[in-house]
């Protein structure tokens, strides 16, 4: 699939997560999450500096399909959040890997278990 960037490593949950370096992580949705769900009308992110453990739920995304949870790639601390998604959710549908991020985690742990891009497009394959 062309709209997987292979820079990035993905989880089964649908999220993407690019390395910022010293621990960091940027994190949001895949391209074909957001096509799941469709037009994205509202979005719940954690305050920064809240703690979460990798495969603990950390917002939400609501569509005009349904609402989805978000799920920590990493355990670590939020470090910052995409604050312009509050005003204008539907960037996670415009541009997913780039203005549409959602938060950025400092992680206390090395990522474990993520997918590289070849990965995640077999496994999205799967599923349709």
């Known amino acids: 699939m062309s709209d997987?960037?292979?820079?990035?490593?993905?989880?089964?949950?649908?999220e993407w997560v690019a390395t910022t370096g010293k621990g960091g992580a940027r994190v949001g949705i895949?391209?074909?999450a957001q096509?799941?769900?469709?037009?994205?009308v509202f979005v719940e992110l954690p305050e920064e500096g809240r703690k979460f453990t990798a495969g603990e739920a950390f917002g939400t995304v609501?569509?005009?399909?349904?609402?989805?949870?978000?799920?920590?790639?990493?355990t670590?601390?939020?470090?910052?959040?995409?604050?312009?998604?509050?005003?204008?959710?539907?960037?996670?549908?415009?541009?997913?890997y780039g203005d549409g991020w959602?938060?950025?985690?400092?992680?206390?742990t090395e990522p474990d278990g993520l997918l590289t891009a070849a990965e995640?497009?077999?496994?999205?394959s799967e599923g349709e």
């Open 4 to 14: 997987i960037p292979t820079t990035l490593r993905y989880t089964k949950d649908h």
């Open 30 to 32: 895949t391209h074909y």
């Open 35 to 40: 096509r799941q769900l469709g037009d994205i």
């Open 62 to 74: 609501e569509s005009v399909k349904s609402v989805s949870e978000l799920y920590a790639p990493l």
């Open 76 to 96: 670590g601390s939020i470090a910052a959040v995409n604050a312009e998604l509050a005003e204008d959710p539907e960037l996670i549908n415009q541009d997913p």
């Open 102 to 108: 959602l938060v950025e985690i400092t992680a206390t």
């Open 120 to 124: 995640y497009g077999a496994y999205v």
